[in-house]
T-cell receptor, first 114, second 112 residues
């Protein structure tokens, strides 16, 4: 019974580079969420997918951030031209649907921008 | 002012103590309330999930929701050193997409 899987678990990159973070949700979960956790800011919502559509992107901090989901399963969060303030833990969660369903989290990708 | 307020602690208690963790919130539309436990370098793990007001018990854990006061609590009975972690409250309303609003988290240490 696999949970939410995220890769890589750690990523160190230089300022200005692009990074891709991957999330494999729990099988059968139609809803997928990305959050960011940083010291002093806590856990912040980034984007929500229902199937392959993203009805709520309101938490994406800038146009350098984008995400997609394919086949109603795997999702990729891309950060272009990374900045030091992008350093954080990026967490993915999935749920069977919306309408009050609880969310289950992966262990996150710890991103460090040098 | 944040939508959800949670005392960050740290909170240190002796093994066997009863622990009380609390959050207050401002948005009366919130209807679903969760408590997550997060160990260092791990993702949040769902502990308790409640809808609307009332109590819910699961083993040593009891969650309480008081919507009239906009106040939620998590009680841990007979606390163990393995309960040492950060506890996050989270909530959302039925009218949105399920986007969770989190408290800042309370760090708990249970000393043997």
């Amino acid at each position: 019974g696999a949970g939410v899987s995220q890769s890589p678990s750690n990523k160190v990159t230089e300022k200005g580079k692009d990074v891709e973070l991957r999330c494999d949700p729990i099988s059968g979960h139609t809803a997928l969420y990305w959050y960011r956790q940083s010291l002093g800011q806590g856990l912040e919502f980034l984007i929500y997918f229902q199937g392959n559509s993203a009805p709520d992107k309101s938490g994406l901090p800038s146009d350098r951030f984008s995400a997609e989901r394919t086949g109603g399963s795997v999702s990729t969060l891309t950060i272009q031209r990374t900045q030091q303030e992008d350093s954080a833990v990026y967490l993915c969660a999935s749920s069977p649907g919306t309408g009050g369903q609880p969310q289950h989290f992966g262990d996150g990708t710890r991103l460090s921008i040098l | 002012q944040k939508e959800v307020e949670q005392d960050p602690g740290p909170l240190s208690v002796p093994e066997g103590a009863i622990v009380s963790l609390n959050c207050t919130y401002s948005n009366s539309a919130f209807q679903y309330f969760m408590w997550y436990r997060q160990y260092s370098r791990k993702g949040p793990e769902l502990l308790m999930y409640t809808y609307s007001s009332g109590n819910k018990e699961d083993g040593r854990f009891t969650a309480q929701v008081d919507k009239s006061s906009k106040y939620i609590s998590l009680f841990i009975r007979d606390s163990q050193p393995s309960d040492s972690a950060t506890y996050l409250c989270a909530m959302f309303g039925s009218s949105n997409t399920g986007k969770l609003i989190f408290g800042q988290g309370t760090t708990l240490q249970v000393k043997p």
